[in-house]
């Protein structure tokens, strides 16, 4: 198995990148067949040939990993598998929650398992760092139970509209229920003695990209905005690999030391978000580069893959898949 070097020296497992065939998206698009770290979660949800949660698969597959908890900093826990990476919050007043998780029953009670292991506190908020069904797909049992479920009003948008039919974000596994509370810009809430600070910097995985800062312990949880492998940018919905860079320069403009990625078994660290944003960064640069030059679009990501430096174990193929070349191609032409 491929290992992926990041710049503390961490060493995780490799994963695929997101957007390879698997579970289809609004407007036709696929995003999840790929497998993640942590268990071999795919984004969509469930897996073909087997239920989401680990039952029996064709081929004799091995099963998905169970969820599970681990502290992060002193009342502060991160949740894998199931999913995206949940972040749980514990205060003396109640628990902040970061992202729910893939949609159905199952998931919704393990992670309400994990979190009890650790704290008897009720979740009195919930935020939801983008529209993908792994890490949106419980919104409505948490609206259901009288839960504030917080979120970009870009998600909302991308339920409702998003994906090259217009018809709005679905997954094999079903469609999130919409959020109860959004915000555009920015969000701050107090909860006995914690805040979280969620902030829409702009375009990047999707166009309604949540990032959420607990600046007592120096901690931001940020969704597929940053992931343990490579990352992709969801066109459909709004993602843009060019504007990318310049989101996660902004965040990195944020006082933490610890950063919870999307995927991966483990917390990284500020200077393992500093490579990741240079990777995505001279991606950029280069794509604008040869589409200047004429580049013929079949060939660009090719070129940018032999042309730049340091993608590690990053396919341009994963980055940009197949149906979201043409949208891709169209951001680098145009851009300056």
């Known amino acids: 198995m491929a290992v992926f070097i990041i710049a503390s020296t961490i060493v995780l497992q490799a994963q695929a990148p997101q957007g390879e065939p698997g579970q289809r998206r609004g407007g036709g698009q696929r995003d999840g067949g790929a497998q993640r770290g942590g268990g071999g979660q795919r984004e969509g949800g469930a897996q073909r040939g087997g239920d989401a949660r680990g039952g029996a698969q064709r081929g004799g597959a091995p099963q998905q990993a169970p969820m599970a908890i681990k502290m992060v900093k002193p009342g502060l826990y991160m949740v894998t598998n199931g999913g995206g990476n949940s972040t749980v919050r514990v205060t003396d007043q109640g628990v902040i929650l970061v992202d729910t998780k893939n949609l159905g029953d199952q998931f919704y009670n393990e992670l ?3 979190i009890k292991t650790v704290t008897n506190q009720p979740i009195k908020y919930v935020f939801v760092t983008h529209v993908h069904q792994d890490h949106a797909g419980n919104i409505g049992k948490f609206v259901q139970a009288g839960t504030q479920v917080i979120t970009n009003d870009g998600l909302k948008r991308n ?23 959004t915000y555009t810009k920015n969000k701050q809430i107090k909860l006995g003695n914690a805040r979280a600070e969620a902030y829409h910097f702009g375009r990047a995985h999707t166009g309604g990209d949540t990032v959420v800062y607990f600046p007592d312990v120096k901690v931001v949880s940020l969704g597929d905005e940053f992931v343990a492998a490579q990352p992709n940018a969801d066109y459909p919905m709004g993602g843009s690999l060019l504007e990318w860079s310049k989101v996660l320069t902004q965040v990195l403009k944020l006082d933490f ?19 990741f944003q240079k990777k995505i960064d001279a991606i950029g640069k280069k794509a604008i580069e040869l589409a200047k030059k004429g580049t013929p679009k079949d060939q660009i990501r090719a070129q940018i893959q032999s042309q730049t430096a340091d993608l590690g174990t990053w396919q341009m193929t994963g980055v940009i898949n197949d149906q979201r070349l043409d949208a891709f191609y169209d951001e680098i032409s145009k851009a300056k």
């Open 159 to 181: 339920l409702e509209t998003g994906g090259a039919d217009g018809k709005g974000y679905t997954s094999a596994a079903g469609k999130p229920a919409p959020p109860n509370v």
């Open 257 to 275: 030391d610890t950063a919870i990625p999307g995927h991966g078994n483990d917390p990284l660290t500020k200077a393992d978000v500093v490579a």
């Open 112 to 114: 309400m398992g994990q």
